[in-house]
């Protein structure tokens, strides 16, 4: 059989990518810094010493981060036999987001600029707020701010809950995020909420609104649900998704891709809650997906529970434990399968402030007959997608370059 599987492990960046000054992110390294504090000490909360990912490395991660910052992570043996085709990719798309990411890697850079919300405060238009409370009859709504979802929960959840009021905020990304509690503000209703403000974000060019709903109480504190959702415009041409599902194959997505696509180009959806439910389920799919198949994860963790939250111990645990179910997923690869492991965007929890981080992206290819390589420097995400299209005989991408060997 021949199915490719991509692994996106969200926010994993390899090192400021050549354009990161324009973002204010030179020198940010999601894995460099991460192994450098664990080698230090100095990441010890539910794990201990230097960053253990062999599996990752064994399919050439240490050469990658070599490769893209000139210099071997801290604690990390470098393995000169590897098994995997290993490359570093900048990205072409203007922005550092999720969605540029992922539609980049399926084909499709964003070239052109996203809307964003710059005021850190008051930072929603007038117009559109009102709107979005006469057309949804609430009683009002908090936050209209820059903000952490984690933390503005903690400042605004009690208020929310008494007045009814939802808490919106933004942040860097071209986002509109929404807050609500799933009990006494209701999930449908966050849901619905989320949909008329999709429809009335139309001139302003945003990337998605995101339910964030969450549960508590006051006294014991509030939490972030999984039941998050994204609503996503859909992307500006045609992906390699697209080009798969109307060829008559699979594109199965795991975890948020379906939302990430707008449910563009997709033929089935699976949800899991976490990491290592999201891994097993790709595992599961995998044992039942037919030839000409694109299984395509997210795993989300890494950029929302530890890359936002600033967690280098967190993030490492999640290395750690990501690396020790990747025998688990090459063992269940057919003999012609491809899997693509890689991330959409940085997320380096040892930078200033909570935002994502303008790095390169860390691309392992493995396939039980496929020789290892260097695969160098990738100019764009766009290479994944252009090695999809020729895995699965699908017609070439406009953007990107196989990293297939020739008449694979
Ligand atoms: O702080 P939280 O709500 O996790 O928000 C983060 O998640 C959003 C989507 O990735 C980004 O805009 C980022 O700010
Ligand atoms: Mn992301
Ligand atoms: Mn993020």
């Known amino acids: 059989m021949t199915r490719a599987v991509v692994m996106v492990l969200d926010s994993f960046g390899v090192g400021a990518a050549d354009d990161a000054e324009k973002f204010n992110d030179e020198g940010a390294d999601t894995f460099g810094h991460i192994a450098e504090l664990c080698a230090a000490g100095a990441a010890e909360e539910g794990r201990s010493g ?66 964003y919300f710059v005021e850190k405060q ?17 009683p009002g709504y908090l936050g209209n701010c820059h903000a952490s979802g984690t933390e503005i929960i903690k400042e605004l959840g009690a208020e929310h809950c008494v007045s009814g009021k939802p808490i919106v905020y933004t942040s860097a990304d071209s986002v509109f995020q929404i807050a609500c509690h799933e009990e006494t503000f209701g999930l449908e ?50 992906t390699v998704l697209d080009k798969l599902k109307d060829a008559g194959g699979q594109v199965i997505s795991i975890g948020k891709i379906a939302d990430i696509f707008a449910q563009q180009g997709i033929t089935e959806a699976h949800k899991a809650d976490g990491l290592e ?33 600033r967690d280098v111990a967190g993030y490492a645990r999640a290395l750690e434990t990501f690396d020790a179910l990747l025998p688990k997923i090459l063992a269940a690869l057919d003999e012609d399968d491809v899997l693509i492991l890689t991330a959409d965007h940085g997320c ?38 252009q090695s999809i299209a020729e895995l699965l005989e699908l017609d070439a991408m406009d953007y990107g370059t196989s990293m297939l060997p020739h008449k694979f």
């Open 122 to 138: 008051d930072s929603f238009p007038q117009d559109l707020l009102q709107r979005m409370v006469s057309n949804m009859e609430l």
């Open 50 to 115: 230097p960053l253990h990912v062999p599996n990752l490395v064994r399919l050439g991660l240490a050469e990658v981060s070599h490769g893209a910052t000139g210099r071997y992570p801290d604690g990390i043996e470098p393995d000169a036999n590897c098994l995997g085709r290993h490359g570093w990719a900048q990205e072409l798309s203007s922005g550092k987001d999720t969605p540029s990411g992922h539609w980049e890697m399926a084909g499709v850079p964003v070239l052109f600029d996203w809307g």
């Open 189 to 238: 209703r966050l849901y619905r909420l989320c949909e008329c403000v999709r429809e009335l974000l139309e001139p302003y060019n945003i990337g998605r609104v995101i339910a964030r709903p969450f549960a508590g109480n006051a006294e014991q504190g509030f939490f972030r649900t999984a039941n998050r959702r994204d609503y996503a415009v859909p992307p500006p041409a045609p």
């Open 348 to 385: 380096d929890p040892t930078w200033h402030g909570t935002e994502h981080t303008r790095e390169f992206v860390p691309v392992l290819i493995y396939g039980k007959n496929l020789p290892a390589v260097n695969l160098g420097k990738r100019e764009t995400f766009a290479d994944i997608g």
């Open 277 to 309: 439910a999201l891994v097993a389920k790709t595992i599961e799919v995998l044992g039942s997906a037919p030839q000409r198949s694109l299984i395509f994860t997210n795993l989300v963790d890494f950029d929302t529970l530890y890359g936002h939250r």
